[in-house]
């Protein structure tokens, strides 16, 4: 059995973000940065391709902090 799996040792240990061959300073979507986020930089790939559920990981981002500074503002005043 044959395996074109030849990884060197080093790209297999650390991060995904310091291995010679990630972004190039090309601009990465949504999935990649929660990917990175989630795995604490190990794989990019954690979400697949589709970028519905790194918008859908935004969006609730968003959500929460907004609703942080309204339920702070609305509620600071009670007592």
């Not at 650390?14 to 990649?32: A, H, K, L, M």
């Not at 697949?48 to 609730?60: A, D, I, M, R």
Request: proline letters at 3%; glycine letters at 10%.
């Amino acid at each position: 059995m044959k395996t074109d799996f030849d990884f060197p040792k080093k790209d297999l240990i650390g991060s995904v973000v310091f291995r010679p061959d990630f972004n190039n300073f090309e601009t990465i979507n949504v999935n990649q940065a929660w990917s990175l986020f989630f795995s604490a930089g190990q794989d990019d790939k954690v979400l697949g391709e589709s970028t519905e559920l790194g918008k859908f990981f935004t969006n609730l981002l968003i959500a929460v902090g907004v609703t942080g500074i309204l339920w702070g503002t609305f509620f600071s005043n009670l007592g």
